[in-house]
């Protein structure tokens, strides 16, 4: 590698050990994501020393990182477990309306109406943890906000395809059977510690 190569192959690595995530279809990510797969065979052997794993989706242009040991893992509160949760379902809706080229755009309002619908709360959760939460998913590549005001209902995010990969189909059951749980007098979202990130 060139040096300025080797310095972005830093920088990179970096990243994903930050972020677990990097989509294609996120224009920040791109470059990014470009250059990982002209070395990826150097960056699955580099993870692999620290005991990591590259993920390389290509039909969903996603890479994710993992660890088979299960070091390292982010405890989601439950209110950013259901959130994405929430964000899931609203992909795969909004998916179906869509050409394979088109960012899957929701906004606040589609997410407070699902969440109500879900009949988790009667109310939506308060302004602060509902944008802590928004930051989170927006750390790992999973999302990002087109408008900064998250207390208009008009305000838009745009989910990435990362999301098929930190909720694959099978998880979305046991994700429902949490918020059960939830409805049920389970443990309070500041208790909670339900979901996991790499």
Not at 96 to 111: A, K, M
Request: aromatic fraction near 10%; glycine fraction near 2%; charged fraction near 35%.
């Amino acid at each position: 590698m060139l040096q300025r190569d080797k310095d972005d192959f830093s920088r990179i690595c970096n990243r994903l050990l930050s972020s677990c995530f990097l989509c294609r279809r996120n224009e920040t990510n791109k470059q990014d994501y470009y250059f990982i797969m002209k070395y990826k065979e150097k960056f699955s052997e580099c993870f692999a020393l620290l005991g990591y794993r590259l993920e390389i989706n290509e039909e969903y242009d996603v890479i994710q990182l993992t660890n088979p040991q299960n070091y390292n893992r982010y405890n989601m509160k439950l209110f950013e477990s259901i959130l994405l949760l929430i964000l899931r379902i609203l992909y795969d809706e909004k998916r179906r309306d869509l050409s394979v080229s088109d960012e899957v755009i929701v906004n606040v309002g589609d997410i407070h109406e699902k969440f109500l619908s879900l009949k988790i709360r009667d109310k939506m959760i308060d302004k602060t943890t509902f944008r802590n939460a928004i930051s989170t998913l927006k750390r790992f590549q999973l999302i990002e906000t087109l408008d900064t005001n998250l207390t208009d209902e008009e305000a838009r995010i745009i989910i990435f395809d990362a999301i098929l990969m930190a909720v694959r189909v099978e998880d979305i059951k046991a994700a429902y059977e949490k918020l059960e749980i939830y409805k049920k007098g389970g443990k309070s979202s500041e208790e909670a510690d339900e979901g996991e990130a790499d």
